[in-house]
């Protein structure tokens, strides 16, 4: 079972002082949690799917938060899910080794065919007034491919839990042998785990022993990420603790000037910020004010001279992490972004 305390204590001292986000993705969540999932309506969502979830990912909807702080991205929200997939079987379980084997090597063929010439095979086989043009038969191709092998293998049994960045999404099997273990599942061929993980050159429908392998609880799946958000914390070096104590004491009374709306004092604190210089977390802060203040301050060259600043540091490829930026509008739930309020209280 989560150890709550535990967790809690590690992830409350890295959301402090845990400033540049060395963690993939942890910058999206900043180790904070959204608010917990009310018992009665995980309980009523339970009788009406006729689903129990696993106890340690419940404990977590429950006791921590309904998404959040977590692997990559974060733990996605729960959201409730009315769909009857979920309650299907799952070929991810012992009993299920040989449906498992038939349909990863039925997806491993879809996409290591060569369609031309498995079209012009196919025109060579029908009647010229019987056949269909390349683009109908390719899209009856996919619909076949679908029903018979996408769903039982990306969909049945399995709920979404985290993204860890492009099409490598996590689920949590519901049923079966393996209920209440983590995998990761892609229907994007090219990005599936566990099919990626074979070199190009070797790559093969994947075996039921060679799967079972990859799989993990899913407090294995979180507590991994605790430990990494524990060790940078203790980490941190005597100059860095000092330079992010000087961070968010500057933190502070910029959101202290925010709210009496001393836009003096704040073109002040500006001018006197070095955004190369600062952390990945306190860049966040700044940016989240910056519609406030170029509306406020349209005609002072500080501000958008301040904010050029700041887009120059941000991260955009090679693998590493954009600069957030918080915002409590934002309605795309996939990945579990803080509100702001809670972010500030961080600092």
Known sequence: MLDIPKIKAVLKEASQWDMDYPIFGSHSHAHLFRPPLPMEEL????????LRLPEDYRTYLTCLGNGGAGPAYGIAPFSCPLHDYLQELAVFSDSQAQQFEDLARMWYEYFHTDQDQLY?????QTPEEQ???YFKWTQERYH?????????LFRN???FIANQ???????LLLNGSNRGFCHGNSDEY????????????????????QYRETLQTFEDYLMAYVRKAEQVCQDLSMGKRMQFLQEQLQVREFQAAVELEDWGQLLTMLRFLEPAALSLKSRSFYLYYEKVLREKLPDRPEIPCFFQKVDKTRRYSGGKEFTSFWCTEDADRLYPYPDFSDFVKTF
């Open 43 to 50: 309980d009523a969502w339970e009788e009406l799917m006729e």
């Open 190 to 209: 090219d990005y599936s785990y566990p099919f990626w993980y074979q070199p190009a050159d070797h790559r093969a429908a994947i075996t039921w022993p």
């Open 144 to 152: 076949s491919i679908e029903s018979a092998v996408k769903q039982p």
């Open 131 to 133: 056949r269909i043009d």
């Open 157 to 159: 049994g399995q709920l």
């Open 120 to 124: 012009d095979t196919y025109c060579e």
């Open 165 to 171: 960045g492009c099409s490598d999404d996590i689920y």
